[in-house]
């Protein structure tokens, strides 16, 4: 019976030693993988803050790039605003110059008022149209920049 315990002993330790290893050995394994876990997080992480600023300069171009188009529009406006007040100051002078007895003078001048308000009523539209236009290049462009 001596022999006999001494070999239960020993499959005993023998077991004991096969687990404390295996415990060891998954505790290693769980705390290299936790570490990688947190370093591929981390790589993750940085990569989603670059792309995130890439990004904030995108729609900040994009952005300062909408307002320098309205400006520009902005101006065009005005400018087609004075083309049709000097369209319409030289009507006036036309019409003050002609001599109102006849009827081409009378017919002339209806002419002259009817250019002069389809002038205002096509800048008036072509300004609506400038505005929509820099609209839909503002948001073609953000698109663009949220799509890359």
Do not use: P
Not at 113 to 120: F, T
């Amino acid at each position: 019976m001596n022999r006999l315990t001494i070999i239960l002993a020993a499959i005993v330790v023998s077991g004991g030693m096969f687990w404390a290893g295996q415990g060891i050995g998954y505790a290693k394994g769980y705390a290299a993988s936790q570490a990688a876990h947190v370093a591929a997080l981390a790589v993750a992480e940085r990569e989603n803050a670059e792309t995130q600023k890439a990004l904030i300069r995108g729609v900040e171009k994009v952005a300062e790039d909408a307002e320098q188009e309205r400006n520009a529009v902005e101006v065009r406006l005005v400018a087609a605003g004075d083309a049709v007040e000097r369209l319409r100051q030289s009507v006036r002078d036309a019409d003050a110059r002609a001599d109102t007895g006849t009827a081409a003078v009378s017919d002339a001048a209806g002419a002259r008022a009817l250019l002069a308000s389809c002038a205002a009523r096509y800048r008036d539209m072509a300004s609506h149209a400038d505005r929509l236009r820099a609209t839909v290049i503002g948001l073609q462009n953000y698109a663009i920049e949220v799509s890359q």
